[in-house]
T-cell receptor, first 115, second 117 residues
Framework: GAGVSQSPSNKVTEKGKDVELRCDPISGHTALYWYRQSLGQGLEFLIYFQGNSAPDKSGLPSDRFSAERTGGSVSTLTIQRTQQEDSAVYLC?????????????FGPGTRLTVT | AQKITQTQPGMFVQEKEAVTLDCTYDTSDQSYGLFWYKQPSSGEMIFLIYQGSYDEQNATEGRYSLNFQKARKSANLVISASQLGDSAMYFCAMREPIYNQGGKLIFGQGTELSVKP
C-alpha cells in the first residue's frame, strides 16, 4: 500500500517568510509524528498527534513552530518567520497504535533551506 | 532522561562479511522499545528491527539481528553477509513508553556504514 507522503520534497525560502509542510500518513495510522534532522542536532522529535487527543508539542523549538492535524489524517507543520537555523530535513512518521511493535513508518522528508 | 549513544560515526566492512554496529542506551523506564532504522542516501528512514525491553530472546529479521544485553544497556545491530546495498546511515532509537509519553523516538547520532566490494 501507499507509504507516508510529504510535500514539498524541497523548499527554499527567504528568512522571515512563513512555510507550510504537509504530511499524509499511511491510511489507518492514528499516530503521527514530526521530526527534524539537521547536521548539528541529529534527529529531534517535534510534535506527536494521536487520534483526537491533544497533541504532544513538547519538542517544538519555539513558538514560531505549530502543527495541526485535520480529520485525524493529513498534518501540516507551519514555521513562521523562518530563520536560517530552521534549515533541516523535516520528517513525518505514522504508526498504528495496535501494531505489535508500534513501529513508525517515515516519509521521504521535506528539505527546507532558509536563505 | 532517555539517551541513545552510537560511538561509531563511520564503519567499513568488506562485502559478504558480518558487521556489528554499536548502540548503548540510558533510561529509567522499565518498559521501552529499541529500534534500528536504515537511512540510505535517498533520505527515507527504513525500519529494520525491533527489540522490546521484556523480550528474552534477541530479535532477528533476515540478515539483521539485534544483540540485546539488558544489564549492559546495549542493543547492537549485527548485519550478516553484508551487501553493497547495505551502505547507508544506521540509527538506533529508543521508543518512550506509549501510553503515557506517546511513544516518540529518541535517536542516536547514527553510524555511516560503507560496504566495500
Amino acid at each position: 500500500g501507499a507509504g507516508v507522503s510529504q510535500s514539498p520534497s524541497n523548499k527554499v525560502t527567504e528568512k522571515g517568510k512563513d512555510v507550510e509542510l504537509r504530511c499524509d500518513p499511511i491510511s489507518g495510522h492514528t499516530a503521527l509524528y514530526w521530526y527534524r534532522q539537521s547536521l548539528g542536532q541529529g534527529l529531534e522529535f517535534l510534535i506527536y498527534f494521536q487520534g483526537n487527543s491533544a497533541p504532544d508539542k513538547s519538542g517544538l523549538p519555539s513558538d514560531r513552530f505549530s502543527a495541526e492535524r485535520t480529520g485525524g489524517s493529513v498534518s501540516t507543520l507551519t514555521i513562521q518567520r523562518t530563520q536560517q537555523e530552521d534549515s533541516a530535513v523535516y520528517l513525518c512518521a505514522s504508526s498504528r497504535r495496535d501494531a505489535e511493535y508500534h513501529e513508525q513508518y517515515f516519509g521521504p522528508g521535506t528539505r527546507l533551506t532558509v536563505t | 532522561a532517555q539517551k541513545i549513544t552510537q560511538t561509531q560515526p563511520g564503519m567499513f566492512v568488506q562485502e559478504k562479511e558480518a558487521v556489528t554496529l554499536d548502540c548503548t542506551y540510558d533510561t529509567s523506564d522499565q518498559s521501552y522499545g529499541l529500534f534500528w532504522y536504515k537511512q540510505p542516501s535517498s533520505g527515507e528512514m527504513i525500519f529494520l528491527i525491533y527489540q522490546g525491553s521484556y523480550d528474552e530472546q534477541n530479535a532477528t529479521e533476515g540478515r539483521y539481528s539485534l544483540n540485546f544485553q539488558k544489564a549492559r544497556k546495549s542493543a547492537n545491530l549485527v548485519i550478516s553477509a553484508s551487501q553493497l546495498g547495505d551502505s547507508a546511515m544506521y540509527f538506533c532509537a529508543m521508543r518512550e513508553p506509549i501510553y503515557n509519553q506517546g511513544g516518540k523516538l529518541i535517536f542516536g547520532q547514527g553510524t555511516e556504514l560503507s560496504v566495500k566490494p
